[in-house]
């Protein structure tokens, strides 16, 4: 048997939760969070060729397509680039992509945004990073 102060608790918390959901604005299909690799190992044009890779994906018509006719036809994304311990930066914050031109404005501060640094590799710190980075996240997803 459940005790009223556990139907209470429980209820709260469904409350809580329902707002939280509500504070984080429209929604989307997905969050993504875009985590790219850019230590010492990742030359000069290994380091061009991600950010191309990044920026080709983002234009693609199929992309595009596959992302308006998802549910609520917009995804949200999210672009830090990576390297040591505390080398992680954040070249795209939030977005919500639902359009060609949305994902074309991503592409254009891809390619502006100069490589932050390079380093040593700390793949744990990276994965920190991304998971707090989806807590922020001001879209439901």
């Keep these: 048997m459940i005790s009223r102060r556990a139907l209470l608790a429980g209820a709260t918390a469904a409350v809580a939760h329902r707002r939280h959901a509500a504070a984080q604005g429209q929604p989307v ?3 993504l969070v875009l985590a790219v690799d850019v230590s010492a190992s990742v030359n000069g044009a290994r380091f061009d060729l991600q950010r191309k890779g990044y920026v080709q994906a983002l234009l693609h018509p ?6 308006e006719q998802s549910p609520f036809g917009a995804i949200a994304v999210l672009y830090f ?3 040591g311990q505390t080398q992680q930066r ?3 914050s939030w ?17 502006a945004a100069p490589r932050p640094f390079d380093g040593m590799t700390a793949i744990g710190a990276a994965l920190d990073f991304a998971t707090a980075a989806f807590d922020l996240c001001p879209f439901l997803a």
């Design 62 to 67: 199929a992309i595009a397509r596959r992302i």
């Design 95 to 111: 977005q919500r992509l639902g359009s060609r031109a949305s994902l074309a404005r991503f592409a254009e501060a891809l390619v």
């Design 90 to 92: 954040v070249i795209v």
């Design 81 to 83: 680039e990576w390297a």
């Design 29 to 31: 299909a997905c969050a």
